[in-house]
C-alpha cells in the first residue's frame, strides 16, 4: 500500500446521532471507510443523522471483527482513555491505519487492544463523546501529515450561507 489510507473502526455504537457525526468527520477529514460491529447502530440507523450525506461518498459497512481490517501494511490503532497508551500530541501517525473506538456506554475490548499496533488517548479532563473524539483523531493526522493549507480550502469548504472575509 503506498498511498495513505485511514479509516475508522467503531465496536458497537450505540448513537445513530453520534455515527452520523462520526461519517461527518471522516467526509471532513478525507477518511475512506467506516466499519462498525454489533448490532444496535445496525437497528438504529433507520434514523437517518448523516446530514452531509457523506455515507454517498464513503462507504459504511458492518463487520464481525474489527482486527479483520488489520491486514499487511495497516496499522491498527485503539483510541481509549487506558492505561499505558500514549497521548495523541506524541503519537506519530501510520501511513495506513484503522482507528478503532469504543462504544459510548463502555469500553474497548481486550482483544481489540491486545491486537493493536498501538493504543492512543486523547488527554482530556473527563472524556469526550464519540463523535468528538474521532473529530480530533482525524483533525492531528490531518495536521500532522499536511505541508501547508491555503485560502481555496475555505472557499470550497465552507457553508454557502458563509461569505465573511476577514478585512
Known sequence: ????FAAIGLVNPKSPTN???VLRAAGCYQAQAVYFNGNR????????????NIADNIPI?????????KVPGRSL??????????????FTHPDNAIYVFGPEDGSLPQ?????????????????MNL???????LYDRMAKRSSGFD?????????????????
Open 77 to 90: 490503532v485503539c483510541i481509549e482513555l487506558v492505561e499505558g497508551a500514549t497521548p495523541l500530541p506524541q
Open 1 to 4: 500500500m503506498s498511498e495513505s
Open 111 to 127: 482483544n481489540i487492544v491486545d491486537a493493536a499496533d498501538a493504543v492512543v488517548y486523547v488527554p482530556t479532563t473527563g472524556c
Open 151 to 167: 485560502a481555496n480550502q475555505i472557499l470550497t469548504s465552507r457553508d454557502t450561507n458563509n461569505r465573511l472575509v476577514v478585512g
Open 19 to 21: 455515527v452520523g457525526g
Open 61 to 69: 459497512q458492518q463487520v464481525d471483527d474489527l482486527t479483520s481490517l
Open 131 to 137: 463523535a468528538a473524539t474521532v473529530n480530533v483523531l
Open 41 to 52: 447502530y445496525a437497528k438504529a440507523a433507520k434514523y437517518h443523522t448523516d446530514t452531509k
